[in-house]
């Protein structure tokens, strides 16, 4: 079993940044490979960004290319997000996925987190 608790969200507005955290425990978390995933309000929950279990590989959404940047240390993973705009408004989930692949796939994934609130002001 992996715990996962995502901490960081908040109110900003657009253009600024936030930095999100996913504390992890429970089973080797550096066995996992780790995504970020959002949902808005009336939408499907969206792939955002994920890294390998080894850090080497990084995947993102086109969408958030060149803003976000995600990364993790022994036992969390983090997703920075710079240039933050309205349309990223959501929350925000960090998964954890045993199989390391498919990380794009929201449905590959076997634990989440309870989720944290990005709003972002025009």
């Known amino acids: 079993q992996v715990q996962l608790v995502e901490s960081g969200g908040g109110l900003v507005q657009a253009g600024g940044s936030l930095r999100l955290s996913c504390a992890a425990s429970?089973?080797?978390?550096?066995?996992?490979?780790m995504g970020w995933f959002r949902q808005a309000p009336g939408k499907e929950r969206e792939f955002v960004a994920a890294?390998?279990?080894?850090?080497?590989l990084t995947y993102y959404a086109d969408s958030v290319k060149g803003r976000f940047t995600i990364s993790r240390d022994n036992a969390k993973v983090y997703l920075q997000m710079n240039s933050l705009k309205p349309e990223d408004t959501a929350v925000y989930y960090c998964?954890?996925?045993?199989?390391?692949?498919?990380?794009?796939?929201?449905?590959?994934?076997?634990?989440w987190g309870q989720g944290t609130q990005v709003t972002v002001s025009s």
């Open positions: 890294i390998s279990w080894s850090g080497g």
């Open positions: 429970g089973r080797i978390f550096s066995r996992y490979s």
């Open positions: 998964a954890a996925n045993s199989g390391n692949f498919y990380l794009e796939v929201r449905d590959s994934y076997d634990y």
